[in-house]
């Protein structure tokens, strides 16, 4: 029952209503409760509930849509497709109704939180690619305040890095020559982890042309785990590259890399970068590849003047030229299977093809809507108190934005569940049955979204650009010309809204709201155990575990939503009777997964976010035998991701790399220890101060680091000398050595005060209990030769001290240093929400299950 609380004065609702009003809406589902109130519920200033479940995000949306719609209401009929011709108008309520229990159309997440929302100042795009980089250091450091200034407006961007210059080459300064290309991806890293959204952080793409002489750099530069960890990478692969490595033939690298005269070259064997390409896509997932000829060849967009593609979004399935985004919406496939899981269970097309019309109507007003959130940005940008010359590339790269979006009006709709609508129907996601069925989906979906697009440009007027000889270029549009000759002849005739139309986004999120698979991919798992925390001392509480903590825990099964609904209808409770049995990610055939992308590919304008799940013994054969047929197929770029790669080779460089790829066939790494060497201790050390409580006492962390990376540590009680400030934050620890040796050393700590005065306080030692001391000096050592801070924390938490005191020390040592760790390095235990042993792994410091979704800090 919901509380009687009501709304506080300016509509502020309480945490606890907001809770409960979402946990009825999404009918006790928790996770996806929780998930919208943390990204997606309107706040104010001070953090408070504005909106208090999704309905209330759903009417806010529905009414800037349907302004737009009212302001470009046009009468004419003439030339529109049958359908344009009958519809009646969006309003307000219809369009509420497409939104409404996230059931036909899902805006994706910058439109849901930002669109309609006073409180913020944001994009409604989700990704943008900026223009290649200029090759001087004015260039890269324009390139890097780009991104700055885009992720603080919750924008993904992608840029190519192609255009620099290769390493050791001739440049006219001081230096002689250059670092290459390679060099600057962890600046630009670093940008992306630095600038905050709400909380969240920013996403990025690097990618690198194979012509480039420095491509294998960056092939093995994720290798180290450690590095460039705010950014994905991909290669941009060319045709003449690809039947290279089949043919086992020579490549020719060059500078500049379309140039027909190039300042630098380089001859390399094609299959061995091949294989190289594929170690690294098997040990760690990265780089991604995409095949770079049929992005631009089968796109509505690359063969425009002024549009040829540059590089992608962070998640790939959005290419395009430098200064232009994107805005997404997805359609829920599940919805339109009438009487799923029964013998009776159809597939409305006449109802999908109406609603993906709508849609794409819908996805050009949100072109509108975002111009509207531009200008807005670009009035916030002037009115600030800095001057000139200071604002004068963020300005720049709004008005781009802005008037790049205006003259093609790109759009992304996109879809998900497309695993449960082929379930419902009865069919398994790899059979022929299946392939045919989303083929059927996709062609429907195209002529739609086309018919649509069509229509606008009679009543709204075409994209800026638009001209049918550089549409005749394009390997889609002669696709349509073929398979749909009666909507290719209507375009000619009266061109269309938008340079581009169709993607396959990922929908992590948007699912767990929806309730339903993600986007084109498999159920990854078909259920799990939940547990829910209960008081030990209830005689009536069912304790299934007990934690490390002592907190006692019932146990309880968790099924896929769909699957659940499967076993409500059939009255069946034998998962491997249902529809989904064989056809998890791990289970399904990878050629008939590769032939559901392709098929899929074939109708969508832009390309397809997509990966393939293999398990952990998989070869690095088996992994180069699924890309080149994925490019045999047409796809436009996959990532193969095989179980546990993010958490297992860390290589320092492409020499490293070469001889651990060799050492591993001769000797497994498990037969012999490491010997490692602490680096020697600079006088002064960098230092974060993290602040935490234990039971009620305020207690504090000195962590002095050495390249970022924790180096020592110390900590205790904000008490006496060491009761620091509240603003400091940051400072230095500082080694001075005793006269006898170095157990009589001193460590000081520095930090600046508010008025530019270095203040030190001598002694750390002093300021905390001996026996902390003593163990801090323990898991220095241990810091300081190199291991993992994921396992430093084991080690800690796996101490048993035998008093309540330091065993509470300890616990806030872990939370410290937990900040510490790699995003993406894996848990080695199970997720205690879906159970997925592969499911754990760290972000940001704290637990995050890539199955589930499941959190926990602390």
Not at 71 to 86: A, D, H, I, M, R
Not at 357 to 366: A, I, V
Not at 538 to 556: L, R, T
Request: aromatic letters at 10%; hydrophobic letters at 35%.
């Amino acid at each position: 029952m919901l509380s009687t609380q009501r709304e506080k004065p300016d509509n502020q609702v309480s945490e606890e209503f907001v809770k409960e009003k979402s946990m009825q809406y999404f009918q006790g589902d928790e996770l996806a409760a929780t998930t919208w109130m943390k990204k997606y519920a309107v706040k104010n200033e001070k953090g408070e509930y504005i909106e208090s479940s999704p309905e209330d995000m759903h009417r806010r949306m529905a009414k800037e849509f349907a302004r737009i719609e009212g302001n470009l209401k046009s009468e004419n009929k003439e030339g529109l497709s049958p359908y344009g011709k009958k519809r009646e108008f969006l309003t307000e309520e219809k369009i509420f109704s497409l939104f409404d229990k996230f059931k036909y159309v899902i805006p994706q997440g910058s439109v849901m939180s930002a669109l309609g929302n006073k409180y913020i100042i944001a994009s409604l795009s989700n990704c943008v690619v900026v223009p290649p980089i200029y090759d001087s250091y004015g260039g890269i450091m324009y390139t890097d305040e780009q991104l700055t200034q885009l992720f603080k407006r919750r924008c993904g961007v992608g840029v190519d890095i192609s255009n620099l210059r290769p390493k050791n080459a001739h440049v006219s300064n001081s230096a002689g020559t250059t670092t290459g290309a390679v060099s600057f991806m962890e600046r630009f890293s670093n940008t992306t982890r630095e600038v905050a959204q709400n909380g969240r952080r920013g996403a990025l793409m690097l990618t690198i042309d194979i012509a480039h002489p420095d491509v294998e750099d960056f092939i093995v530069s994720k290798q180290d785990l450690s590095k460039i960890t705010g950014a994905n990478i991909s290669v941009r692969l060319s045709d003449e590259f690809m039947k290279a490595v089949i043919n086992n033939k020579d490549y020719i690298h060059k500078w500049p890399i379309d140039s027909k005269e190039p300042i630098y070259t380089k001859k390399v064997k094609a299959r061995e970068l091949w294989n190289t390409i594929i170690e690294c896509a098997h040990n760690t997932a990265e780089p991604g590849l995409i095949f770079w000829d049929r992005q631009h060849k089968y796109s509505t967009s690359s063969i425009y003047p002024g549009f040829k593609n540059d590089s992608t979004n962070p998640c790939s399935e959005i290419a395009m030229q430098g200064g232009d985004s994107c805005r997404l919406i997805a359609i829920n496939l599940f919805s339109f299977v009438e009487n799923p899981f029964t013998k009776e269970a159809h597939f409305d097309f006449n109802k999908f093809y109406e609603i993906t019309y709508e849609s794409q109507r819908l996805n050009d007003d949100l072109v509108e809507l975002e111009l509207e959130s531009v200008n807005r940005i670009l009035k916030k940008i002037k009115s600030d108190p800095e001057p000139g010359f200071i604002k004068r590339n963020e300005i720049e790269t709004w008005e781009l934005l802005r008037d790049t979006g205006k003259r093609g009006r790109r759009t992304g709709l996109g879809f998900t569940a497309l695993a449960d609508a082929i379930a419902a129907m009865g069919y398994k996601y790899s059979s022929d049955e299946a392939l045919h069925f989303a083929e059927e989906i996709m062609k429907t979906k195209c002529r739609a979204e086309f018919d649509s697009s069509i229509d606008m440009a009679i009543e709204r007027g075409k994209f800026e650009a638009w001209e049918p000889k550089y549409d005749n270029a394009s390997e889609f549009i002669q696709m349509l010309h073929e398979e749909m000759p009666e909507l290719y002849n209507r375009m000619m005739k009266y061109g269309r809204r938008n340079i581009s139309l169709s993607t396959v986004a990922p929908t992590g999120t948007l699912s767990m709201l929806a309730q339903t698979s993600s986007g084109i991919e498999p159920v990854f798992l078909l259920g799990y155990k939940r547990r829910r925390k209960v008081n030990a001392n209830d005689p009536k509480a069912k304790i299934s575990f007990i934690d490390d903590m002592g907190d006692a825990f019932e146990e309880f099964d968790v099924w896929h939503p769909k699957l659940q609904d499967w076993m409500k209808i059939t009255g069946e409770t034998d998962v491997s009777k249902s529809p989904y049995a064989g056809s998890t990610s791990p289970e399904i055939d990878w050629i008939k997964r590769v032939k559901m992308q392709a098929l899929i590919q074939k109708y969508t304008t832009h390309s397809i976010s997509s990966t393939i799940n293999l398990p952990s013994d998989v070869s690095v054969e088996k992994v180069g035998e699924i890309y080149i047929e994925s490019w045999k197929q047409g796809l436009k770029g996959i990532t193969v991701y095989r179980d546990g790669s993010r958490s297992g080779v860390l290589i320092s460089n492409d020499k490293d790399f070469k001889e651990n790829t060799k050492e591993k066939k001769e000797k497994s790494s498990e037969e012999s220890i490491d010997i490692t060497h602490a680096p020697k201790r600079p006088k002064k050390l960098e230092a974060d101060i993290i602040r935490f409580q234990n039971e009620y006492e305020k207690w504090l962390a000195v962590i002095g680091l050495i390249d970022e990376k924790p180096y020592e540590i110390f900590t205790g009680k904000m008490e006496d000398a060491f009761n620091l400030p509240a603003y400091v934050n940051k400072g230095w620890i500082v080694k001075n050595k005793g006269e006898e040796n170095d157990e009589n050393s001193r460590y000081d700590f520095q930090y600046i005060d508010k008025e530019g005065y270095r203040i030190t306080i001598e002694g750390l030692s002093r300021s905390f209990d001996k026996e902390y001391w003593n163990y801090a000096k323990l898991i220095s050592g241990i810091l300081r030769h190199g291991m993992p801070i994921n396992n430093v924390v084991d080690v800690i938490n796996g101490l048993n001290l035998y008093d309540e005191n330091i065993n509470t020390w300890k616990n806030g040592v872990a939370r410290a240093l937990k900040k510490y760790i790699p995003d993406g390095t894996k848990v080695d235990k199970e997720c205690p929400n879906c159970g997925d042993p592969e499911g754990l792994i760290y972000e940001e410091g704290c637990l995050h299950c890539k199955s589930c979704g499941y959190s926990k800090c602390g």
